[in-house]
């Protein structure tokens, strides 16, 4: 009970008493921010740099589909709407393992299958595609850490409450 009540006064209450939003907790600041470096991964996509492989099309696929998920989540639970769907807090877990796991495939493929035989060219400019490549491989990482973190801190908040 103590550490749910810890929970409550750290992640919860605002000094002057008034309960934060999800988007101010731990998880809502996550989700927020796999969507942020999806938008970013979309800014960087160009048709031609995956159009013509299937591998990179799954990479692609897996950014849009735990975008729009990561969205789903976030408009449901600030509309406080997660009371209609039962087992929703385990519901987001599973789908965070998925999208770690899923975020992990194309962590390998993407780099793999764009920078085969792809140097960067001597004439790149700034900003050219071939650092649009660079861009995406990036924020692929940094979001396959996120969604790794959201896992492990909403199972530790999950399975720590219902323990109690």
């Known amino acids: 009970m103590q550490i749910l009540l810890q929970h409550v006064t750290l992640n919860r209450l605002r000094p002057s ?45 897996v950014y849009s589909l735990c975008f729009i998920l990561a969205m789903l989540i976030i408009l449901l639970t600030v509309g406080q709407l997660t009371s209609l769907l039962p087992f929703f807090d385990k519901m987001v877990i599973v789908y965070d393992i998925l999208a770690a796991v899923m975020y992990l495939t194309a962590m390998v493929i993407w780099p793999l299958f764009s920078f085969r035989n792809n140097q960067r060219p001597p004439n790149c400019g700034y900003l050219c595609s071939w650092d649009k490549l660079v861009m995406v491989t990036v924020m692929t990482i940094l979001n396959f850490v996120v969604y790794v973190l959201d896992s492990v801190y909403s199972m530790r908040l999950v399975l720590s409450v219902s323990a109690q």
Not at 21 to 37: A, Q, R, V
Not at 44 to 50: A, G, V
């Open 17 to 61: 008493g008034q309960i934060r939003g999800f988007l101010s907790t731990p998880p809502g600041i996550m989700k927020m921010l796999e969507t942020f470096l999806a938008c970013l991964i979309f800014t960087s996509l160009e048709e031609r740099q995956y159009g013509h492989s299937p591998e990179l099309q799954w990479c692609v696929a």
